[in-house]
């Protein structure tokens, strides 16, 4: 098969996504998706996923990281510093 035809193919999904694929967790505990599987779901190499525990079994779903900052009292104290200084540039 031509490299461009696999490709189509593979973007495609390759495979009817009704027929399931027998995968193997290794000893730590990592399985490997197959490459027709990701670029279904639009997982790219290195991209993060949700996997979230269902009646039916494991869902594992494309995400993304958001950075969550959690303050401190001092970062607080320097927030509503800024937000006075700022203030104070306005006549009000």
């Not at 027709?36 to 190499?45: C, F, K």
Request: aromatic letters at 6%.
């Amino acid at each position: 098969m031509k490299k461009a035809t696999k490709r189509k193919q593979l973007e495609q999904g390759g495979r009817s996504s009704e027929r399931p694929y027998l995968l193997k967790i290794n000893s730590r505990g990592n399985v490997t998706l197959p490459k027709t599987l990701r670029l279904s779901a639009g997982m790219e190499e290195e991209s993060y996923v949700l996997a979230k525990a269902t009646e039916d079994g494991i869902l594992i779903q494309p995400s993304a990281p958001i950075a969550i900052e959690i303050y401190s009292k001092e970062r607080i104290a320097e927030f509503q510093r800024l937000n006075h200084e700022e203030l104070g540039k306005f006549k009000l």
